[in-house]
């Protein structure tokens, strides 16, 4: 689990631009593994109930592009809408996930209610003096509303859904990495 995960959230109308870093003592490897298991998603992230790769290519330099399904929930205090969005992926091996929505469906709203999703990850290995591997992991994410949300209730639900999902991350690194009770670092 992370002792704390540094999230920033702007919005501009309809439009929320979120940042989130967490310090995370494992190697690239475990971080990367962990981040693009997409069948492991719902063991371990919340709001996820199922993800399947639906096609998977090969590039040339190495890294890949997916298409992905996910089913779940979004949830915020006692508000809750099941939602489907597929996503086109591509990585950048031990470098880069980056996510791009092509259809979402938000409960009641259906195709309705998001107009853009966007998602990158982004491991930097960190030098550490004792020799230990560590990562940063960087998450940023733009999410377009075609609905305006309540004025302070928006922000503040990409907020805490982007926490709650990064330390469900670090905490799957930490079990990955055999180190049960430990705790990562938030910047």
């Not at 109930?49 to 090969?58: F, G, K, L, S, T």
């Not at 031990?94 to 259809?103: D, F, H, Q, V």
Request: hydrophobic share 45%; glycine share 8%; with cysteine.
């Amino acid at each position: 689990m992370a002792d704390e995960v540094s999230v920033e959230v702007r919005r501009s109308g309809r439009r929320f631009e979120a940042e989130a870093m967490l310090d995370l003592a494992a190697d690239a490897n475990t971080v990367w593994e962990t981040i693009t298991d997409y069948g492991a998603l719902p063991r371990f992230m919340p709001g996820i109930r199922a993800c399947r790769v639906i096609e998977r290519q090969r590039l040339a330099d190495g890294g890949e592009r997916l298409v992905v399904e996910q089913q779940g929930e979004f949830r915020f205090l006692l508000f809750a809408q099941s939602m489907t969005v597929r996503l086109n992926i591509e990585h950048q091996t031990l470098r880069i996930a980056e996510a791009k929505a092509t259809s979402f469906e938000l409960g009641l709203f259906k195709r309705r209610a998001i107009d853009v999703f966007e998602g990158r990850y982004e491991l930097m290995p960190l030098k550490s003096r004792r020799g230990a591997s560590r990562v940063q992991l960087r998450y940023t994410a733009v999410i377009g509303l075609l609905l305006p949300p309540p004025p302070a209730i928006g922000s503040v639900a990409v907020r805490q859904n982007l926490a709650t999902q990064l330390e469900a991350v670090a905490g799957e690194v930490a079990r990955r990495s055999g180190q049960t009770g430990a705790r990562s670092r938030g910047v």
